[in-house]
């Protein structure tokens, strides 16, 4: 599941000068999910491609080290519809300290809703598809 998906633009600043700087600072600190934006004004001084690619690498590099970086485990949404006669052995599947109960409903069918560490993910799938009545598990995307 994992989406490495990046994009890096200079915005009409010299190929590679701008953009390029930046993803590598990010790169560098070992991020993902987050963007920068760097916004420089021209005050008649020429850079110069390296003084533009030192400028903005400098720009990243202080907002980085001057933000908070959060930290967050990768998780993953399931929504299970089960009957009665299964809810002790699915309860005490999803009682577990890497799934978070998110919602349940017990009506005429058993659906719960949980996020579920993903780690832990497979392991989980392979214990649920044990039980006869588990009518669906829908993989939804946080």
């Known amino acids: 599941m994992d989406k490495a998906e990046y994009r890096a633009n200079d915005d009409g600043e010299p190929n590679n000068s701008a953009g390029a700087p930046i993803l590598g600072q990010i790169h560098s600190f070992e ?38 970086i959060i930290i967050r485990e990768l998780r993953q949404f399931l929504q299970l519809t089960f009957n009665y006669e299964d809810m002790p052995h699915v309860m005490n599947s999803v009682k577990q300290p890497f799934v978070e109960i998110i919602h349940q409903d017990f009506g005429f069918h058993c659906e719960i809703k949980v996020n579920v560490a993903l780690e832990n993910l497979v392991p989980l799938l392979d214990q649920l598809q044990a039980f006869s009545s588990l009518k669906s598990i829908d993989l939804g995307i946080k």
């Open 31 to 68: 991020l993902t999910n987050v963007l920068i934006g760097v916004v420089r004004y021209y005050g008649g001084t020429k850079l110069g491609v390296g003084g533009l690619i030192n400028a903005y690498r400098t720009a990243a590099k202080e907002a980085i080290e001057s933000g908070t």
